[in-house]
């Protein structure tokens, strides 16, 4: 009986000794779990956080592409290697105001390309690609009309000689500085010495030098500037 | 005899001494009423040109700033009273602006946009200012 007891009694305390060890040790895991599941939020919202701010967009003429990479050049000269990824990266074609998805082979020499993903150190490792149309957009003051020929010849502020083709499908607009509104303007009525604000679409196949087609122009008359 | 001459020469010196300090003490009494010539030259009209040299600034947005939504608010400061241009491929927007800062919002096509503002002050004392800014709007969701 005393045998039968004091067995008892041992097996009750191997119990309690065990169990107690087993809260000690499941109560720290379990809080330690949370711990951690917080600081791997906070990880991945931080990775985020910094890709996000890695997160470029670069533009540019398409020199090459091979081997999933695009070589391109931008408007300063700057040359940009864009990475392409079979999986992650994804291109369109934009040009039209639409956004459509196309094929890498689908790019070529020439076109003009937007970039967009984690940059670093002019290689951009793209999540986006999208090919789209170059504008360019600016003002000068006119130093010649040309209506036989209908073209401008526009002077900028960088002492820059463009010439701008008017065509059928060019924007005309006259700037009434009063009211603040905007008129068509056919070429007769612009001056020598007025302001062109224009917008020309640049395809980089331009027949000479600083001579494009004008999409759109906005005339700023003299008579503002001799009040 | 050497004595004399030199009693004669000290008085010399000091009548010389006096008559110095009489006429250095006159000539600053009359400075004094007179007023410095360099503050007479000051115009009590002087207009500070600071307001009128404001040059042409585009606080937002950043040049190459990539973002998500159709349109953005373009805020700057030029010379008051002048008509901004605010030009891009898909819109025109003319401004006058009463005082020297300036918004106004800006639609965006997908892409690309290039912005220029120009600022033309009234007149042809001061002549007009541009700064091109690109934004890319591009729908990445």
């Given at each position: 009986m005393?045998?039968?007891?004091t067995?008892?009694?041992?097996?009750?305390?191997a119990?309690?000794?065990?169990t107690?060890?087993q809260?000690?040790?499941?109560?720290p895991?379990?809080?330690?779990?949370?711990?951690?599941?917080?600081l791997?939020?906070?990880?991945e919202?931080?990775?985020?956080?910094?890709?996000?701010?890695?997160?470029k967009?670069?533009?540019g003429?398409v020199?090459?592409?091979?081997?999933k990479?695009?070589a391109?050049?931008?408007?300063?000269?700057?040359?940009?290697?864009i990475?392409?990824?079979?999986v992650v990266?994804k291109?369109y074609?934009?040009?039209g105001?639409?956004?459509?998805?196309?094929?890498?082979d689908?790019?070529?020499k020439g076109?003009y390309?937007i970039?967009?993903?984690?940059?670093?150190?002019?290689?951009?490792?793209a999540?986006?690609?999208y090919?789209?149309?170059?504008?360019?957009?600016?003002?000068g003051n006119?130093?010649?009309?040309?209506?036989?020929?209908?073209y401008?010849?526009?002077?900028t502020?960088?002492?820059e000689?463009?010439?701008?083709?008017i065509?059928?499908?060019t924007?005309?607009?006259?700037?009434?500085?009063?009211?603040l509104?905007e008129?068509?303007v056919?070429?007769?009525?612009?001056?020598e010495?007025d302001?062109?604000h224009?917008?020309?679409?640049k395809?980089?196949?331009?027949?000479?030098?600083?001579?494009y087609?004008?999409?759109?122009?906005?005339?700023?008359?003299?008579?503002y500037?001799?009040k | 005899?050497k004595?004399?001459?030199g009693?004669?020469?000290f008085?010399?010196v000091?009548f010389g001494?006096?008559?110095?300090a009489i006429?250095i003490s006159?000539?600053?009494?009359?400075e004094?009423?007179?007023?410095?010539?360099?503050e007479?030259?000051i115009s009590?009209t002087?207009?500070?040109l600071?307001?009128q040299?404001?040059?042409?600034e585009?606080?937002e947005?950043?040049?190459l700033?990539?973002?998500?939504?159709?349109?953005i608010?373009i805020?700057g400061?030029?010379?008051k009273d002048?008509?901004?241009?605010?030009?891009?491929?898909?819109?025109?927007?003319?401004?006058?602006n009463?005082?020297?800062?300036f918004s106004?919002?800006?639609?965006l096509?997908?892409?690309e946009?290039?912005?220029?503002?120009?600022?033309?002050p009234?007149?042809s004392?001061?002549?007009s200012?541009?700064?091109t800014?690109?934004?890319?709007?591009l729908?990445?969701n």
């Amino acid at each position: 009986m005393k045998r039968t007891i004091t067995s008892a009694l041992i097996l009750l305390f191997a119990f309690v000794v065990t169990t107690s060890a087993q809260v000690k040790t499941s109560t720290p895991s379990s809080s330690q779990n949370k711990d951690a599941e917080i600081l791997k939020d906070k990880l991945e919202s931080k990775v985020a956080e910094l890709q996000k701010k890695e997160q470029k967009a670069v533009a540019g003429r398409v020199s090459d592409n091979k081997n999933k990479k695009i070589a391109l050049t931008s408007d300063n000269g700057t040359l940009f290697e864009i990475r392409v990824d079979d999986v992650v990266t994804k291109l369109y074609d934009i040009a039209g105001g639409e956004k459509d998805e196309i094929k890498l082979d689908a790019i070529k020499k020439g076109d003009y390309v937007i970039a967009s993903g984690p940059t670093s150190d002019r290689v951009v490792t793209a999540n986006n690609v999208y090919r789209d149309e170059q504008f360019l957009v600016g003002s000068g003051n006119i130093t010649e009309v040309n209506q036989a020929e209908g073209y401008l010849k526009v002077l900028t502020a960088e002492k820059e000689n463009l010439i701008l083709d008017i065509g059928i499908t060019t924007k005309r607009f006259l700037a009434d500085v009063k009211d603040l509104s905007e008129d068509v303007v056919a070429l007769a009525k612009v001056k020598e010495g007025d302001t062109a604000h224009f917008v020309v679409k640049k395809t980089g196949k331009e027949r000479e030098k600083n001579r494009y087609a004008a999409t759109k122009i906005l005339i700023i008359p003299q008579e503002y500037f001799h009040k | 005899m050497k004595k004399e001459i030199g009693i004669a020469i000290f008085c010399g010196v000091l009548f010389g001494l006096v008559v110095a300090a009489i006429m250095i003490s006159r000539i600053r009494t009359m400075e004094n009423r007179r007023g410095l010539p360099g503050e007479a030259q000051i115009s009590p009209t002087v207009k500070n040109l600071n307001s009128q040299l404001q040059t042409l600034e585009i606080s937002e947005p950043s040049d190459l700033a990539m973002v998500s939504q159709k349109s953005i608010k373009i805020r700057g400061k030029t010379v008051k009273d002048s008509l901004i241009v605010i030009q891009s491929p898909i819109k025109d927007i003319l401004l006058n602006n009463k005082n020297e800062t300036f918004s106004a919002d800006v639609p965006l096509a997908l892409g690309e946009n290039v912005i220029v503002v120009a600022s033309h002050p009234k007149g042809s004392s001061q002549s007009s200012q541009e700064k091109t800014i690109k934004v890319y709007y591009l729908d990445e969701n």
